[in-house]
């Protein structure tokens, strides 16, 4: 990584000045991994919403950095998650989400294992000369409820949430008060021909929300629009009035607004006008050019109802393709001649709706994750 520029401390510090990292480290695979070591394997990161593993034996699945990782609620009620991958050989044990039997069984060699991890049968174990079997458990990983989602840690001597992301769950209960509530009403699943950061950056601006996506910002008012930092979160905030190209609410409903969170290293959590249901952004990240997303939209109720049905279709066929040809066309433009190699960040100086204070704000986290590289 030699030809790779070393950021120092202060990268960005100053938003006014700003031009954002240098574009190879959005393209180098030597970058990407690096950033799966230093920033994933140590970071707290958002699988799904509580509601997904609310009952005994439920479970998801999901793939991170190349980990395959299970979320599970045991019979005893206790949140677990560990690696899906037998002790045995190595064969991945379960997939997709659903719900598990009372035993988790491997469909290689038929090792079962109970909901806490602990190895219940092997076949054959009791004619192996020293097999053993307190050391051929599942591994675990750390795992937290907070604010009503899902994170794993896969440092075993991680802090809590918290002190990862102080404030957030206070802030988001209160854009979102039935947030434990909500169930999964829709996803859309990507995988999206772009560095996980491009996405990222995307996301902490709305300077490209009047051009790029007229039914949001016919909703929102961009000109009523804040950026807050909190260190490894930020916060997104407008007024919104109901619109006939996005958002349809209750005009009674006293300050109508939109929350839009970004939380250190890559889960975007919105809370549309109306404060009843929530959008997700889930960044799973393949490899330096490749973003395995999900697209999650929540609410209160199961059976959907006609103008939901019809919300969901917006954001499926409308809003969510317009950012995904954006982050894809910036990631071909990275690796362009024409490109300088790094941009202005169009930061103001009021910290207006329209300003990129934001990504100054995150590529100075980033430039600090690299300091060691």
Same mark, same amino acid.
């Given at each position: ?134 050391? =051929? =458990? ?80 016919? =909703? ?13 979160? =930020? ?139």
């Amino acid at each position: 990584m030699n030809d790779i520029q070393r950021l120092p401390a202060d990268f960005c510090a100053s938003a006014d000045e700003a031009y954002t990292i240098p574009a190879n480290f959005y393209t180098r695979p030597e970058v990407f991994e690096y950033e799966q070591d230093k920033i994933f394997a140590n970071s707290w990161i958002c699988l799904g919403h509580r509601s997904e593993v609310a009952e005994s034996n439920d479970y998801i699945t999901r793939e991170v950095i190349g980990e395959s990782i299970i979320v599970v609620r045991g019979r005893d009620g206790v949140l677990r998650a560990f690696y899906n991958v037998c002790p045995h050989r190595g064969h991945q044990l379960l997939q997709g989400s659903g719900k598990a039997k009372n035993v988790i069984t491997c469909p290689y060699h038929a090792w079962t294992f109970k909901l806490d991890g602990e190895l219940a049968h092997a076949r054959n174990c009791d004619n192996v000369a020293n097999f053993d079997k307190d050391n =051929s =458990s599942l591994v675990q990983l750390k795992v937290e409820e907070y604010a009503g989602f899902i994170f794993i840690n896969m440092n075993p001597d991680a802090g809590p949430v918290e002190e990862q992301l102080p404030g957030l769950q206070a802030r988001m209960r209160q854009a979102c008060a039935v947030i434990d509530d909500l169930h999964l009403a829709a996803r859309f699943v990507t995988e999206t021909p772009a560095n996980w950061k491009s996405i990222v950056d995307n996301y902490m601006e709305c300077y490209h929300c009047a051009p790029a996506h007229p039914g949001f910002a016919d =909703s929102v008012d961009v000109g009523q629009y804040s950026h807050t930092l909190h260190g490894n979160w =930020s916060l997104q905030y407008g007024l919104a009035k109901p619109s006939e190209k996005s958002f349809k609410f209750d005009e009674s409903i006293k300050d109508a607004s939109f929350s839009g969170f970004w939380a250190w290293p890559c889960t975007m959590f919105n809370v549309p006008p109306g404060g009843n249901f929530m959008t997700v952004i889930y960044e799973f990240p393949v490899d330096a050019e490749t973003t395995l997303q999900h697209y999650d939209i929540y609410f209160l109720n199961k059976d959907i109802t006609p103008e939901q049905q019809a919300l969901i279709e917006w954001y499926r066929d409308v809003f969510r393709p317009e950012d995904l040809r954006l982050v894809e066309s910036v990631q071909k433009g990275l690796k362009s001649r024409g490109y300088r190699g790094q941009g202005r960040i169009m930061a103001d100086r009021q910290r207006s709706g329209m300003s990129e204070h934001g990504i100054a704000h995150f590529h100075n986290l980033i430039a600090v994750a690299h300091l060691d590289r």
